[in-house]
């Protein structure tokens, strides 16, 4: 029975202080000292890769038997982590915050800048034999379970009904993707895409790039990444409304670790007194 491996792909980084999280720190106009957006990042980090785990758990259960094409699906947990000399001190944070369900594998993208760095680790993962793969960073511990199997099973649609190409992605709150996945078949690279100099945000530049070359492309539900103080406000926030409404809505993850974290150093959300209404008594009047 041949077996078709597909990767989730998780672009992360060591939690240092200077190097993570910086726009949420005071030097830049934020909140959090340079430790504490360290410590933030490792927690929502791990957050994000237990719901990784558990998406992946559920396409490894349904691919346990053969579909229509007579070959098994199999998912693994990638790491893509640079530079490869921060790989040890990787696999501690993952090891020390285990066991996980699911091995995990690490490799190292290399170029000059992102749109670099994201085509490397994608034809990385070409090079060891996957059909699809679909990358999310380690800062969305608000992401859904159920985007990463749609985003698996619009791929598999995809190569089905298209030629073996197609993109999926998920819009963020800032005009940017908080996933991005594909088939090995489609010709695609992220030049222009990240970064783009010319002015372009990373969801035009995705649908740009797809236009041109006739491919199909599906979106899933938007997901907001965490990287200024409001992003850190409404993160936590909706955290709070996971916690209370996991009782109740079967499949809701809850970011304890983000959860701790907030509590442990006191913070809380709020906002300031909202004068900036309707007039409602003209209108009702």
């Excluded at 933030?40 to 992946?56: I, Q």
């Excluded at 893509?80 to 993952?94: G, N």
């Excluded at 994201?118 to 985007?147: C, H, R, T």
Aim: net charge negative.
């Amino acid at each position: 029975m041949n077996i078709h491996k597909h990767a989730l792909l998780f672009f992360s980084k060591v939690p240092e202080p200077g190097q993570t999280k910086t726009r949420l720190t005071i030097e830049h106009n934020g909140l959090l000292t340079p430790e504490e957006a360290a410590e933030l990042y490792r927690v929502v980090l791990l957050d994000t890769a237990e719901v990784g785990m558990h998406a992946l758990e559920q396409l490894n259960q349904a691919g346990s038997v053969s579909n229509e094409e007579g070959h098994l699906d199999h998912y693994d947990f990638v790491v893509c982590s640079t530079p490869m000399k921060d790989h040890p001190r990787m696999k501690e944070i993952f090891a020390a915050a285990g066991p996980w369900p699911l091995p995990i594998s690490f490799i190292a993208d290399e170029g000059a800048n992102f749109n670099e760095h994201f085509d490397s680790a994608f034809k990385q993962l070409w090079l060891m034999g996957y059909e699809s793969a679909v990358s999310i960073g380690g800062d969305l511990p608000q992401m859904p379970i159920n985007n990463l199997v749609q985003a698996f099973h619009w791929l598999r649609h995809f190569e089905q009904k298209y030629n073996g190409v197609g993109l999926v992605h998920c819009p963020c709150q800032a005009c940017g993707v908080s996933l991005v996945g594909m088939t090995r078949a489609t010709p695609v690279d992220f030049e222009g895409v990240f970064y783009n100099t010319n002015g372009v945000s990373a969801l035009d530049g995705l649908i740009n790039t797809a236009h041109e070359k006739g491919l199909p492309v599906a979106a899933l539900e938007t997901v907001a990444d965490i990287d200024t103080i409001e992003d850190l406000a409404h993160a936590l926030a909706m955290a709070r409304s996971q916690e209370y409404t996991s009782r109740f809505q079967p499949g809701v993850m809850i970011p304890k670790r983000f959860l701790a974290w907030a509590e442990r150093e006191g913070y809380q959300v709020c906002t300031p007194p909202n004068e900036n209404h309707d007039p409602r008594r003209l209108i009702d009047a």
